[in-house]
């Protein structure tokens, strides 16, 4: 099995910065993708930025220019730097993985959840 564990949620004011960092544990063989998705109160969850290994990130529309992603692929960790947070970006956000576990499966693996409100 593959746990992601978050953290760096918090509340700010709009305008401010976060920081989300992801790790990834269990029997991992490598990982292809790494990303951040997030659900607001009554919408569905969509994909905020992804990464996959060794190539080049993704953002939705509406985080470009504010978000950057990253990874360290040695620590199986995914970073999500927030900057000029509005309160359209509060939400619950999560951490995902996909790749190849130690026995040859592939899996798909989501975190808990860290909150993010963004609010004066």
């Known amino acids: 099995q593959v746990q992601l564990v978050e953290s760096g949620g918090g509340l700010v004011q709009p305008g401010g910065s976060l920081r989300l960092s992801c790790a990834a544990s269990?029997?991992?063989?490598?990982?292809?993708?790494m990303g951040w998705y997030r659900q607001a109160p009554g919408k569905q969850r969509e994909l905020v930025a992804t990464?996959?290994?060794?190539?080049?990130?993704n953002y939705a529309d509406s985080v470009k220019g504010r978000f950057t992603i990253s990874r360290d692929n040695a620590k199986n960790a995914v970073y999500l730097q927030m900057n000029s947070l509005k309160p359209e970006d509060t939400a619950v956000y999560y951490c995902?993985?996909?790749?190849?576990?130690?026995?040859?499966?592939?899996?798909?693996?989501w975190g808990q959840g860290t909150q993010v409100t963004v609010s004066s």
């Open positions: 990464m996959p290994s060794g190539g080049s990130p």
């Open positions: 995902y993985a996909e790749g190849l576990g130690i026995i040859g499966t592939r899996f798909q693996a």
């Open positions: 269990g029997s991992i063989f490598s990982i292809y993708t």
